[in-house]
T-cell receptor, first 111, second 114 residues
Framework: DTGVSQNPRHKITKRGQNVTFRCDPISEHNRLYWYRQTLGQGPEFLTYFQNEAQLEKSRLLSDRFSAERPKGSFSTLEIQRTEQGDSAMYLC?????????FGQGTRLTVV | AQSVTQLDSHVSVSEGTPVLLRCNYSSSYSPSLFWYVQHPNKGLQLLLKYTSAATLVKGINGFEAEFKKSETSFHLTKPSAHMSDAAEYFCVVNPDNYGQNFVFGPGTRLSVLP
């Protein structure tokens, strides 16, 4: 399968714990995006990489959130000291031209 | 600031009847526009895109959309709805065509009645 891959698909964690998600983009895509989607809402932009450079971060990305793309290939999104409000679907997308291709997301539940 | 408005949060049609999902955008530049579909528990799938070529764009599964700059609209249509079209539909704008950000509308849930 050559699509965008996200792991894990589901994560349940206790409030206050740290979690890390991984995204493997389509191999030739130099742009990578993270979005968050809550129930009944459209995806909200979190951050964007071009190759290994993080070029844009949303105000939604608080200090507890950090994203990396160390070699310009896969990316990780870490949430420290999780809160119940962090419960959402976290979507990754990659792009080489005009459109973005999305993974199936990681559903985070903070209990 | 760029934004997308989807005028209907929920649209319900009968199978075999036309579908119209409305989208209006605001952008400082000439944007790229997209429609994505999201079926339950599945990822976002691109239906079609407009990138400053033909204003009438044809997509997958019989969907099409027309870019109207004067109305800042990009409405999605399909002549005849199928049960499998029931899903959430998102209108998306890429404000500056350089792929730096994709701004999503709130979505329209399409129900198809037998």
């Amino acid at each position: 399968d050559t699509g965008v891959s996200q792991n894990p698909r589901h994560k349940i964690t206790k409030r206050g714990q740290n979690v890390t998600f991984r995204c493997d983009p389509i191999s030739e895509h130099n742009r990578l995006y993270w979005y968050r989607q809550t129930l009944g809402q459209g995806p909200e932009f979190l951050t964007y990489f071009q190759n290994e450079a993080q070029l844009e971060k949303s105000r939604l990305l608080s200090d507890r959130f950090s994203a990396e793309r160390p070699k310009g290939s896969f990316s990780t999104l870490e949430i420290q000291r999780t809160e119940q409000g962090d419960s959402a679907m976290y979507l990754c997308a990659s792009s080489s031209d005009t459109e973005a291709f999305f993974g199936q997301g990681t559903r985070l539940t903070v209990v | 600031a760029q934004s997308v408005t989807q005028l209907d949060s929920h649209v319900s049609v009968s199978e075999g009847t036309p579908v119209l999902l409305r989208c209006n955008y605001s952008s400082s530049y000439s944007p790229s526009l997209f429609w994505y579909v999201q079926h339950p528990n599945k990822g976002l799938q691109l239906l079609l895109k407009y990138t400053s070529a033909a204003t009438l764009v044809k997509g997958i599964n019989g969907f099409e959309a027309e870019f109207k700059k004067s109305e800042t609209s990009f409405h999605l249509t399909k002549p005849s709805a199928h049960m499998s079209d029931a899903a959430e539909y998102f209108c998306v704008v890429n404000p500056d065509n350089y792929g730096q950000n994709f701004v999503f509308g709130p979505g329209t849930r399409l129900s198809v009645l037998p």
